[in-house]
């Protein structure tokens, strides 16, 4: 022993560490020499994970330094192989945005509360970053309905509060930069996972609320009508809307509602001409998708004639966009004080949440469809760059657009680089087209607002998958609606996701096991039907839950593979969290199937525990009980992929009880499919995984059975029986030949199995495949029944049993 060993032991032992608690209750040697007893099989004893390796697994290696840093810019995975093809599918699909983003960017602005060429410049700063770190081709980062209105939403409370201290840009660009930082550091950091709490059900109902909020506050802009606060809950807008109606200006009204009613025509009829003819779907695709910068060009020709001389638009016939400066007029550092990082403080974590939802499970669905995967951390470092660097040229908050990414995604982009040419058709509007923007009809571009946020409506026959999945969520779905109506979009979001959250907590917290009964399964088909005079019907013990909550058939006749051997599979797994319901469970079942091992009738009532009073006064103790006594237990962790202190120690005090209760026989514990070598490390620091020292001299001649199978070395030497047998020594158990399972001759008085004949190769080589040092740890719930029965029966018999 090395002297910082002895010096560590020491120290162990002076606080009362005692290290060698565990070599004192695991009967080592006995162990090795039953695996030893095995012949013409490799042995191999599995170690235990240690801390030092967990650490050497999670510091970074130069290797996975490097990895780091390419995966930064995906880019370089594709760019050297760009070729002519590409670049032509990336200009189609570039210039098709680019006719669609110049209209929504200033309309957008509008629902941020912001100049119309914040839009604009919000738009180009998202194409002309976001190519370099994105692993998504089809996604378009820039200005979205929801993101605008939230920030709209921000600008308008911190306003009512500080008055003209912050400017609207101020407060938008500074949000921006800020929650540019959080996301840059959680893609950095690697913690895009975080994505995966945000059910599905919270985003489609965010969307839905969103989208009732958006369509809600531009109504009344669309009619032109004065003086409803849109800022306000969505059903009071609805509410004064409709008190307003006869206000509505006639002229603001016709340009707002016939170019929502074209868009709505030319959309449903390219749709039509495009299925019903198939061969030209191409191109009724790319006259749909025009459909936006055609309206605009319409409606500013019309507003032009109208209004034709006008240079002040409070002089025009009908509510026109104006001015709109040409080229960049911000290119500066947004400013940030600390009074204004208290003033929108506390509206962050909903901004970096509908940020989040948008891009990530935008990019997660086009991935899908176009098969490709996209990296969840990677899309954050994209997103948060570009909200980083986007303020220095006047852009705020932006994110994935679902309208733009599936008109891109349908135009045959091939590469991310397909954003430039759409930031260049963004730059030329900027520098070119101001002059007529001036023009546009407000109440068209509203109409615009509410066609473009119309497909983010969750459809009812959505809603019904919602149903005939999971029940329970559709409450959700439409609890977060009606919360983003009420109150704010915010709040909605935070509903859906707290729900979403408690429902999966009380699920784990309430999850209920399986007691499984065995049965015997025999393989039929359309070929081989069931017929009881052919012996030549393969067999084999299938394990089935008792209590049919399955969906398995009640009549199927199910049984204890053995009497006092319990079977009980985890469903929802193991920790902290359920662990005592899971074991009272388990200890009630085990108390009620099984009966106490020593029974004393003469005991007086005042010496009884108070939980265990025994039969009420007058009645004597039922001495003739025919339930069997508790042998072993067999825990299934299949679906336990690691474990806890608090539920190894809810383990530890269940196989305490039930060794009382069947005192003074052993109980043994088996476990199934425990694939985590912690939580191997786990139970075996607990003293599960081998038999209980303390009950050595009761082991009688224990022959523990173990799992084998051929080494990748292995030579094929004999021929055997082609399929599994039952009843005959499991392959586990020492190398015999396997022979086939055969139901009995129709009329015969048994139901045993007989063995045939029949031809496999027999593996010359083989091997244990778990660690011969943990003979309690099987691979399968037939390895762990038979190991039970083997050892039950080897026991040597006490007085009691």
């Known amino acids: 022993m090395s002297s910082s060993s002895k010096i560590g032991r020491g120290l162990a032992k002076a606080v009362g560490i005692d290290v060698d608690y565990r070599t004192k209750n695991e009967p080592a040697d006995l162990v090795r020499t039953a695996a030893g007893s095995i012949h013409n099989v490799d042995t191999y004893e599995e170690e235990e994970p240690t801390v030092a390796e967990v650490l050497r697994s999670i510091l970074p290696s130069r290797d996975s330094a490097n990895h780091y840093v390419r995966s930064l810019f995906p880019f370089l995975d594709w760019i050297f192989h760009y070729n002519y093809k590409w670049g032509l599918g990336d200009f189609i699909a570039g210039v098709t945005v680019g006719f669609v983003v110049i209209p929504q960017g200033m309309a957008y602005a509008q629902l941020a509360g912001l100049p119309v060429e914040y839009g604009l410049y919000t738009s180009f700063v998202g194409f002309i970053l976001y190519w370099a770190f994105a692993t998504s081709k089809d996604i378009t980062i820039g200005t979205v309905a929801v993101m605008s209105t939230l920030v709209g939403n921000i600008v308008a409370r911190v306003t009512a509060v500080h008055g003209t201290e912050f400017p609207p840009e101020m407060i938008a660009r500074a949000l921006s930069v800020i929650c540019g930082v959080v996301l840059l550091f959680l893609g950095l950091a690697r913690l895009g996972w975080i994505v995966e709490f945000i059910p599905l059900v919270g985003i ?314 065995q049965t015997r399964i025999y393989r039929v088909n359309k070929d081989e039907p069931v017929d009881k005079s052919n012996s030549e019907t393969v067999s084999r013990w299938a394990y089935v839950p008792l209590d049919h909550r399955d969906g398995s058939n009640p009549d199927i006749d199910l049984r204890s593979p053995y009497p006092g051997v319990l079977v009980y599979r985890f469903k929802e797994g193991f920790n902290y969290a359920n662990s005592g319901r899971h074991m009272d469970i388990l200890t009630a079942w085990a108390k009620h199937e099984t009966r106490p091992t020593i029974v004393n009738k003469n005991v007086p009532l005042g010496d009884r525990p108070w939980n265990e009073p025994g039969p009420r006064r007058g009645q004597q103790v039922d001495v003739d009980d025919q339930r069997p006594a508790l042998r072993a237990v067999i825990l299934d962790f299949s679906a336990v992929n690691g474990v806890d202190v608090t539920s190894i120690q809810a383990l530890i005090d269940t196989r305490n009880g039930l060794d009382r209760h069947a005192a003074p026989d052993p109980v043994d514990w088996h476990f199934v499919s425990v694939t985590n070598r912690w939580t191997k490390r786990a139970l075996g620091a607990a003293g599960f995984g081998f038999p209980s020292a303390k009950f050595v001299n009761q082991l009688g001649e224990w022959r523990p059975i173990y799992s084998v199978a051929a080494t990748s070395d292995q030579v094929v030497k004999n021929t055997y029986s082609a399929k599994r047998a039952e009843g005959a020594q499991d392959v586990e158990g020492g190398l015999q030949p396997e022979s086939e399972d055969k139901i009995s001759p129709a009329g015969s008085s048994t139901n045993s199995i007989h063995k045939g004949a029949g031809t496999t190769v027999y593996p010359e080589k083989v091997a244990v495949v778990g660690g011969v040092n943990r003979p309690y740890f099987h691979i399968d719930l037939e390895a762990a029944v038979e190991s039970a029965v083997a050892h039950i029966e080897g026991r040597r018999p006490s007085e009691h049993s």
């Open 204 to 517: 489609t109902s965010f969307m839905t609320g969103a989208a009732i909020n958006i369509i809600a506050g531009q109504v009344p802009k669309m009619l032109g009508i004065a003086g409803v606060n849109t800022r306000q809950a969505t059903y009071l807008v609805i509410i004064n809307t409709l008190k307003a109606l006869p206000t509505a200006k006639g002229l603001d009204s016709a340009m707002g509602v016939s170019a929502m009613v074209f868009l709505y025509i030319w959309k449903w009829g390219t749709a039509y001409a495009g299925a019903k003819q198939q061969h030209r779907q191409k191109l009724w695709f790319f006259l749909g998708t025009l459909r936006m910068a055609v309206i605009i060009i319409l409606y500013i020709l019309i507003s032009w004639l109208a209004n034709r001389g006008v240079t002040d638009k409070k002089k025009a016939k009908f509510d026109i966009l104006g001015p709109v400066p040409s080229g960049f007029q911000v290119h500066n550092a947004p400013t940030i004080t600390p009074s204004l990082l208290s003033a929108i403080g506390s509206e962050i974590p909903g901004a970096l949440i509908v940020l989040i939802i948008e891009h990530i499970s935008i990019s997660k669905s086009f991935g899908r469809v176009n098969n490709y995967v996209i990296n969840p951390s990677q899309e954050l470092v994209a997103v948060g760059f570009t909200n980083v660097i986007g303020p220095f040229l006047g852009a705020y908050p932006a994110t994935g657009s679902f309208s733009r990414t599936a008109i891109k995604s349908k135009a045959g982009v091939r590469t991310p680089l397909a954003g430039i040419w759409t930031a260049l058709i963004v730059l030329l509007a900027l520098y070119a087209l101001t002059g007529v923007f001036f023009y546009i009809p407000s109440a068209s571009l509203s109409g615009l607002i509410i066609h473009a946020v119309g497909d983010l409506i969750t459809a009812p026959n959505v809603v019904y998958q919602f149903w005939q999945v999971s029940p329970l969520e559709v409450f959700i779905f439409f609890a977060g609606v009606i919360v983003m109506i009420f109150h704010e979009i915010e709040t909605g979001i935070y509903v859906t996701m707290g729900v979403s959250l408690a429902v999966i907590l009380i699920r784990i917290a309430k999850a209920r096991g399986s007691f499984m009964g």
